[in-house]
Structure formats: structure tokens, C-alpha cells
């Protein structure tokens, strides 16, 4: 059974950080290209970070460059997002997702709220 889930969301203040987990099983987690995305309200999902199954090459969207880091550890199944300099256009559910080849799973999400 194929499962992903994210843990470390919350509600934080503008300036703060926040780490996001996101912990698979099911699969061999080592084939799979690890991303988070996430979609705030009344907006479309947008994706955030993407890092290589081995961890050899990392994308980010522009809006987050310099402030966030994706990073994974396969020997634990579970990929990572720090999140740091947040700000109030960073609220949104964010989730994880495992994509290899045509073969994709998604997790549940986990709450971001960054306001004063």
C-alpha cells in the first residue's frame, strides 16, 4: 500500500521557518523523483521544488529561490523542505509527490499559514 505522508506544517510568523517532512512507503522510494507543490485558495497547484531520486539535481519555482531547500534521505524514505524567510504568499496546503516514469503518487497535504 502506497503512502505519503507530510508532517510539519503549522502557523508561523512572517521573517519565520518551517521544515516539512513528507515520509513514503509502498514503493521503492529511491526510483522516484520527490516534489512538493502547493495551492493556496482560489489559486491552481503550482509546483515548489523538485530534487533527483539520487539527490544529483534540484529545481525550484523562482518565488521561493534562495529561501527554501529541498533535500531527501533514501535510506529513511522521506523527503524534506526547509522553509525559511516565509511569507504571507506562502499560505497554502503543500504536498508531496513521488513521480516515476508515467507512475505518480500524491500525499494528503499539510497546512502552511504564514501570518501576524
Known amino acids: 500500500q502506497v503512502q505519503l505522508v507530510e508532517s510539519g506544517g503549522g502557523l508561523v510568523q512572517p521573517g519565520g521557518s518551517l521544515r516539512l517532512s513528507c515520509a513514503a512507503s509502498?514503493?521503492?522510494?529511491?526510483?522516484?523523483?520527490m516534489s512538493w507543490y502547493r495551492q493556496a485558495p482560489g489559486k491552481e497547484r503550482e509546483l515548489v521544488a523538485r530534487?533527483?531520486?539520487?539527490?544529483?539535481?534540484?529545481n525550484y519555482a523562482d518565488s521561493v529561490k534562495g529561501r527554501f531547500t529541498i533535500s531527501r534521505d533514501n535510506a529513511k524514505n522521506t523527503v524534506y523542505l526547509q522553509m525559511n524567510n516565509l511569507k504571507p504568499e506562502d499560505t497554502a496546503v503543500y504536498s508531496c509527490?513521488?513521480?516515476?516514469?508515467?507512475?505518480?503518487?500524491w500525499g494528503q497535504g499539510t497546512q502552511v499559514t504564514v501570518s501576524s
Open positions: 530534487i533527483s531520486n539520487l539527490s544529483l539535481t534540484t
Open positions: 509527490n513521488a513521480l516515476y516514469r508515467s507512475r505518480g503518487y
Open positions: 509502498g514503493f521503492t522510494f529511491s526510483s522516484y523523483a
